[in-house]
């Protein structure tokens, strides 16, 4: 199989088990720290098990490996605010607020490796943010949770770039490891500050909560990052980022099953789907199509170099 089509399968994959992040938001009646909490303990568990057992965790270097931690306190940081998004507003509007992170990556991304942006990639994410205006005219009374979506989404976007950095030198157990060990301290260290500011709530979870916090912690988090990690390798994090704005599609389907949301979308919201689709289909060929060009080229050289 060719590694670019690989690399979009797994993107797709991942992205399909991302749409289940915001329901099972949703359900858990915890509040977002919380949530976040047991989500890290449980995916972190089990991947620090996983190296233990199977000893394929690289020696990092000590300098990196503060910095892959440091990147897992700004994904806590980041998983936090999608939830207070979402537990502010509705899984709808959180996770439409989200979609914004394309726009913030085209930005973002030329400057973090000083180069221009790029009109094309700028183009498109405007394409994704008409099409959240689409989806939704936002009520006054959601302002706070479309607030916690959008920052929630810049730092998504930082995650996404920094990220890609450690994972060029090491592999994706390896970084996904030692970020949610780096997570796990960051929260372990807010969490008293937390506790005081937040309503008092169970810190163990009951019922419901401890299965659903199971499936979260290991299919939606686990799986979904390894295979959004694998990708990164062969796609660029605005691409990555991009097509994640099909994450809300999936996301106000089962949400509109489950709570019955949205129940009254008109022509609007099918019109903004539509678009948030377009901008992601035109980005998946522009990046199939200099991937062909590349290896055209490349073949030629080969070629040519054979001949001489």
């Known amino acids: 199989m060719n590694p670019v089509t690989k690399a979009f399968i797994q993107l797709h994959l991942s992205i399909l088990l991302a749409g289940?992040?915001?329901?099972?938001g949703k359900l858990i009646s915890l509040s977002p720290g919380?949530?976040?909490?047991w989500r890290i303990?449980?995916?972190?568990?089990?991947?620090?098990?996983?190296?233990?057992?199977?000893?394929?965790l690289d020696a990092v270097k000590k300098l990196d490996r503060l910095g892959i931690m440091a990147v897992g306190a700004l994904l806590m940081l980041q998983w936090t605010l999608f939830y207070a998004s979402i537990k502010a507003s509705n899984v709808s509007i959180g996770v439409v607020a989200f979609s914004s992170i394309g726009f913030f990556t085209a930005i973002l991304e030329p400057l973090f490796h000083r180069r221009r942006p790029s009109l094309k990639e700028l183009g498109i994410s405007l394409l994704t943010i008409l099409g959240i205006y689409l989806i939704f005219h936002f009520d006054t009374q959601y302002r706070l949770g479309i607030v916690f979506g959008l920052l929630s989404a810049f730092g998504a976007a930082?995650?996404?770039?920094?990220?890609?950095?450690?994972?060029?030198?090491y592999s994706t157990n390896t970084c996904m490891a030692w970020q949610l060990a780096g997570g796990f301290v960051a929260i372990v260290l807010l969490m008293p500050v937390y506790r005081h500011f937040m309503p008092p709530e169970p810190f163990l979870p009951e019922g419901l909560d401890i299965l659903?916090?199971?499936?979260?912690?290991t299919f939606c988090t686990l799986g979904m990052y390894i295979l959004q990690i694998q990708s990164l390798e062969r796609i660029s994090a605005f691409t990555v980022n991009l097509s994640y704005n099909l994450e809300p599609v999936y996301s106000i389907l089962l949400a509109m099953v489950i709570?019955?949301?949205a129940r009254d979308l008109?022509?609007?919201?099918?019109?903004?789907?539509?678009?948030?689709?377009?901008?992601?289909?035109?980005?998946?060929?522009s990046v199939t199509k200099l991937s062909r060009r590349h290896r055209n080229l490349k073949k030629r050289q080969n070629a040519k170099e054979e001949s001489l």
């Open 20 to 24: 289940w992040t915001g329901v099972f």
């Open 34 to 37: 919380l949530i976040v909490f």
């Open 41 to 56: 303990v449980i995916a972190g568990g089990l991947i620090w098990l996983w190296a233990a057992a199977t000893k394929k």
């Open 158 to 169: 930082l995650l996404a770039i920094f990220f890609k950095h450690y994972r060029a030198k």
């Open 212 to 217: 659903y916090l199971l499936i979260f912690g």
């Open 259 to 261: 709570f019955h949301e």
């Open 266 to 285: 008109g022509l609007s919201f099918y019109a903004g789907v539509g678009l948030i689709i377009l901008s992601v289909l035109l980005q998946t060929l």
